[in-house]
């Protein structure tokens, strides 16, 4: 496939991932509240009905008369056209504007109910107002909200209006929530974004610990399943100016992404004996991911195991299946001192030296052009380490995850969502500003170098073309410009 959303979620000890998603919402339940209508119909929603079924039989009457008028005693086929020329366009305008009035009406309706649900307060076009009674201590300053949903008050106001038809359509069985969206929206958030314990999210917001569960899983699902087109590898066209942007960063071309993996913690009972310590074991999932220049996840897949090496997880995801059978990075290459440079990710030590995959080199000497290479590799890896500090900076990942492994995998693919969509509002956050723990290993590079020997000649000529296109950027102390590469066979 040319481009396709790579997001997938894996369960332990299963095949590899290759749906885009592991959970599925179940289909929406639209639930009403009969008290509320009581037997009675709002006057303006009656009228419009009734003009609804004016409409549709006079409709009915013209189809079942087609050949003459059905308003007159004769018959008279000129004048029977020019009476549906007249009556056909009033008609339909007629019938539209009662089903639109009816659309109205019932959404005059729905849009009462929810207020119903919301808290009884003063103020209530400030921001934050509507939490007061939590005591969150949510004012109209954005920087309340990052501590407790780590986004800005717009933003909130932004995801809540998007999501509240997806998040107000579905409550427990048997028993209604009788929550407004946006309460339903903060406490998932607060979950991720605080990683407070359900106790904890019940206590500040008055509702019991199964609503808190409840709450935080809807929104996992609603995200992981109807906005996952948020992570998105980019098309071809796309691919063309995210190169740019690496070239202009660090002067190397043709660079699509940053590959990387990292590891959360999970903490899981085995279901055989709850009470027995030993049935408690600390495990850790692995997640990889693909970013672009300024930190935005075009690719991630979630559910290994941790203890899997980061080489082995890229040979087992559908990203690799997809770059190996020429589905992606495929655009013609470019050519650097007559070296065929095709499109290609970039990666540290722990991964394989790939034709379509960079790594640094090991133990380059002082000055040399492998050196060289390495300083610009470090600068384009950069927005992977940031990306995972971020992630891991979400309070629910920050620690070590309890309960089922595949919450816990949706919590990774929910953050991950998040962390696009702030990027995508200009909302900063959530970036983290360091780092984060990064250490490469040399020896885990020998290794992964070594399982590639058969493709090792290629993929070292590509290497080292670039590393001579970072010698002469490093001796000319200025980035080279992004379209001086060139983008045809030289004579």
């Known amino acids: 496939m040319s481009m396709c959303a790579f997001m997938c979620l894996a369960l332990p000890d299963s095949p590899p991932p290759t749906h885009t998603f592991t959970f599925l919402i179940p289909e929406k339940i639209l639930t009403s509240n009969s008290r509320e209508h009581s037997g009675k119909m709002n006057s303006r929603a009656l009228a419009a009905l009734l003009s609804s079924l004016i409409s549709e039989l006079l409709l009915l009457l013209l189809l079942l008369f087609p050949s003459s008028n059905p308003l007159s005693v004769t018959s008279n086929s000129n004048s029977g056209s020019n009476f549906y020329e007249t009556i056909f366009p009033l008609i339909h305008h007629f019938l539209s504007s009662a089903e639109l009035v009816t659309s109205l009406s019932l959404l005059s309706i729905s849009r009462k109910r929810k207020r119903i649900h919301q808290p009884d307060i003063d103020n209530e076009d400030e921001p934050g107002s509507e939490f007061a009674v939590f005591g969150l201590g949510l004012t109209q300053n954005p920087d309340s909200f990052k501590g407790c949903f780590r986004m800005t008050s717009s933003t909130f106001e932004w995801l809540s209006g998007l999501l509240e038809p997806l998040l107000d359509c579905r409550d427990p069985i048997g028993s209604p929530l009788n929550l407004a969206a946006e309460i339903r929206l903060a406490i998932g958030l607060f979950r991720l974004a605080t990683g407070s314990d359900y106790p904890e999210i019940a206590r500040r917001f008055g509702v019991s610990e199964s609503v808190t569960r409840f709450c935080a899983k809807q929104l996992c699902r609603v995200l992981c399943t109807n906005f996952r087109f948020w992570i998105a590898f980019p098309s071809p066209i796309d691919l063309d100016s995210l190169s740019a942007s690496f070239e202009a960063l660090a002067g190397l071309p043709n660079c699509c992404g940053v590959i990387d ?108 052009i492998e050196e060289n290479f390495n300083s610009a590799h470090h600068l384009m890896h950069i927005s992977a380490l940031r990306t995972i500090a971020s992630l891991k900076d979400w309070g629910v990942l920050r620690q070590t995850i309890e309960g089922e492994f595949k919450m816990a995998v949706a919590y990774i693919g929910s953050c991950a969502i998040l962390h696009n969509v702030l990027l995508m509002r200009d909302d900063y956050s959530a970036l983290s500003d360091g780092l984060g723990d990064y250490s490469q290993n040399p020896q885990n590079f020998r290794n992964a170098y070594l399982e590639e020997s058969s493709i090792e000649s290629n993929a070292s000529v590509i290497r080292t073309a670039l590393a001579t296109r970072a010698r002469k950027l490093h001796s000319s102390g200025q980035s080279q410009d992004p379209g001086g590469s060139m983008k045809s066979e030289p004579s």
Do not use: H
Request: proline share 7%; with cysteine; glycine share 10%.
């Open 261 to 368: 993996c990292t590891r959360f913690k999970i903490v899981r009972n085995t279901g055989f004996n709850p009470s027995a310590k030993y049935e408690v074991r600390e495990e850790s999932i692995a997640a990889q991911i693909v970013v672009d220049s300024s930190s935005r996840i075009l690719s991630i897949v979630a559910g290994f195991r941790g203890d899997k090496t980061d080489s082995r997880i890229l040979k087992s995801s559908t990203l690799y299946k997809d770059i190996e059978g020429g589905g992606l990075l495929n655009a013609p290459p470019i050519y650097i001192n007559r070296v065929g440079l095709n499109q290609y990710l970039i990666g540290d030590g722990e991964y394989p030296l790939l034709p379509w995959l960079m790594v640094p080199f090991v133990d380059p000497v002082p000055g040399s």
